[in-house]
């Protein structure tokens, strides 16, 4: 049973346009949110998160959205650069220090 | 400063050996997790370890694996009798407290069972 999905394995961006990466997530206990990128052959890199009490932050080109009724969240990165080529994972908790709950990850391509 | 290290980097055994993963948190950080990506997998939690606490165990798929944490601060992930489905990049990641959500990941550990 997944709880976190991200539905879309991959997408393709033209640079300077905006890239959208959506996450799904079905235990409405989960009351924080992030977004890491993964380049191959390294670990996930923390890039932004978001609190259940938030509908919206923002970190520079990145800004995360969460819908708490629809129990999604997405992820938006304007205006997109080939260094953004990476897999994006979602991740919720419902318990500060305990196990981050995984979406499967979204493969971002933005093309010169 | 240094982050999450992890060694071997890289790790090819045969079905039914032991394997003993490492894990160095950061400095400091006296929460630690063990989680795996299978091939085209998300993450998938296996142990948390929290200053002197018992860990959190509850991730792990069989009692083939098992972690100890030593002083605190290394951590060594323990495979019994390898099988093909653990084949899968073993990552580590620490954070400052139990309070803090965000975690650091290290670059993880190739592990290939034939």
């Known amino acids: 049973d997944q709880q976190v999905k991200q539905n879309s394995p991959s997408l393709s961006v033209q640079e300077g346009r905006i890239s959208i990466l959506n996450c799904d997530y079905t235990?409405?206990?989960?009351?924080?949110f992030l977004w890491y990128k993964k380049y191959p052959a390294e670990g996930p890199t923390f890039l932004i998160s978001?609190?259940?009490?938030?509908d919206k932050n923002e970190d520079g080109r990145f800004t995360v959205f969460l819908n708490k009724s629809a129990k999604h969240l997405s992820l938006h990165i304007v205006p997109s650069q080939p260094g953004d080529s990476a897999v994006y994972f979602c991740?919720?908790?419902?318990?500060?220090?305990?196990?981050?709950?995984f979406g499967g990850g979204t493969r971002l391509m933005v093309k010169p | 400063g240094a982050g999450v290290s992890q060694s071997p980097s890289n790790k090819v055994t045969e079905k039914g050996k032991d394997v003993e993963l490492r894990c160095d948190p950061i400095?400091?950080?006296?929460?630690l997790y063990w989680y795996r990506q299978s091939l085209g997998q998300g993450l998938e939690f296996l142990i948390y370890?929290?200053?002197?606490?018992?860990?959190?165990k509850s991730g792990l798929p069989s009692d083939r694996f098992s972690a100890e944490r030593t002083g605190g601060s290394v951590s060594t992930l323990t495979i019994q009798r390898t099988q093909q489905e653990d084949s899968a990049v073993y990552l580590c990641?620490?954070?400052?407290?139990?309070?803090?959500?965000?975690?650091?990941f290290g670059p993880g550990t190739r592990l290939t069972v034939t």
């Open positions: 990641a620490s954070s400052f407290s139990r309070a803090s959500y965000e975690q650091y």
């Open positions: 235990n409405s206990m989960f009351d924080y």
């Open positions: 978001i609190s259940s009490i938030k």
């Open positions: 991740a919720a908790s419902n318990n500060a220090g305990n196990m981050l709950t």
């Open positions: 400095s400091g950080h006296t929460a």
């Open positions: 370890f929290q200053g002197n606490s018992a860990p959190d």
